[in-house]
C-alpha cells in the first residue's frame, strides 16, 4: 500500500513538471512574439517620422486627360514601395483613387533626378532624400466628374501632401 502511494506521487509530480513546461514554454513563445511585434510597430513608425514629401508643381493637360505632378522626397527615407503609393484626385467634389497597377485609368512614374553619385549607382529606382518623381496620371474623363481640381499623394506608409491644381 504505502508503494503505490509513492508512485501515484510520482506521477503527480511528473505531471506537473510536464504542465508547468508547457505553460512557460507556451509564455515564452507568446512574449517573444509580443516583442517582434512591438520592434516591427517602433521601426515603421521610425520610417513614418523619417518620410516627407513635397508636391512640387501640378498642371493639367486637359486635352490629354493628364495631370502631371512633381513631387520631391523631402525626408530622410528611402522610398520605393510604388505599388502601394497612391495618388488622389478631386472631380466634381469626389476624391477618386489613381494607384500604380495597370488599369485604364492610373498614374506613372519616372525619378528625374540621376542616381549617379562619384561615378556609382546609388539606388537604382527607388527614390532618394532630395529626388524629385515626375508623375502623370490618365485620370477618368467622364464630364460627369469634371476636370481635377486638387491632389493628393500618399506614400505606402501613409505620409501625403497635397496641392490644388491651378
Given at each position: 500500500?504505502?508503494?503505490?502511494?509513492?508512485?501515484?506521487?510520482?506521477?503527480?509530480?511528473?505531471?506537473?513538471?510536464?504542465?508547468?513546461?508547457?505553460?512557460?514554454?507556451?509564455?515564452?513563445?507568446?512574449?517573444?512574439?509580443?516583442?517582434?511585434?512591438?520592434?516591427?510597430?517602433?521601426?515603421?513608425?521610425?520610417?513614418?517620422?523619417?518620410?516627407?514629401?513635397?508636391?512640387?508643381?501640378?498642371?493639367?493637360?486637359?486635352?490629354?486627360?493628364?495631370?502631371?505632378?512633381?513631387?520631391?522626397?523631402?525626408?530622410?527615407e528611402i522610398l520605393g514601395d510604388f505599388n502601394?503609393?497612391?495618388?488622389?484626385?478631386?472631380?466634381?467634389?469626389?476624391?477618386?483613387?489613381?494607384?500604380?497597377?495597370?488599369?485604364?485609368?492610373?498614374?506613372?512614374?519616372?525619378?528625374?533626378?540621376?542616381?549617379?553619385?562619384?561615378?556609382?549607382?546609388?539606388?537604382?529606382?527607388?527614390?532618394?532624400?532630395?529626388?524629385?518623381?515626375?508623375?502623370?496620371?490618365?485620370?477618368?474623363?467622364?464630364?460627369?466628374?469634371?476636370?481635377?481640381?486638387?491632389?493628393?499623394?500618399?506614400?505606402?506608409?501613409?505620409?501625403?501632401?497635397?496641392?490644388?491644381?491651378?
Amino acid at each position: 500500500m504505502g508503494a503505490g502511494t509513492i508512485i501515484a506521487s510520482a506521477v503527480a509530480i511528473i505531471l506537473l513538471i510536464i504542465t508547468a513546461y508547457v505553460l512557460i514554454g507556451g509564455t515564452l513563445a507568446t512574449a517573444k512574439t509580443a516583442v517582434l511585434a512591438q520592434r516591427a510597430i517602433s521601426e515603421k513608425e521610425n520610417e513614418r517620422i523619417h518620410t516627407n514629401v513635397e508636391i512640387m508643381n501640378v498642371s493639367n493637360d486637359l486635352g490629354a486627360r493628364l495631370t502631371y505632378l512633381e513631387v520631391k522626397n523631402t525626408g530622410s527615407e528611402i522610398l520605393g514601395d510604388f505599388n502601394h503609393t497612391e495618388v488622389y484626385l478631386m472631380q466634381g467634389g469626389v476624391p477618386y483613387t489613381y494607384t500604380n497597377l495597370s488599369a485604364p485609368y492610373d498614374w506613372v512614374y519616372r525619378i528625374m533626378s540621376p542616381d549617379l553619385v562619384h561615378g556609382e549607382i546609388v539606388h537604382p529606382g527607388l527614390l532618394d532624400p532630395d529626388e524629385v518623381v515626375n508623375i502623370s496620371v490618365a485620370y477618368d474623363p467622364d464630364p460627369l466628374k469634371g476636370d481635377p481640381v486638387w491632389v493628393k499623394v500618399s506614400t505606402a506608409n501613409g505620409v501625403y501632401d497635397s496641392a490644388y491644381i491651378v
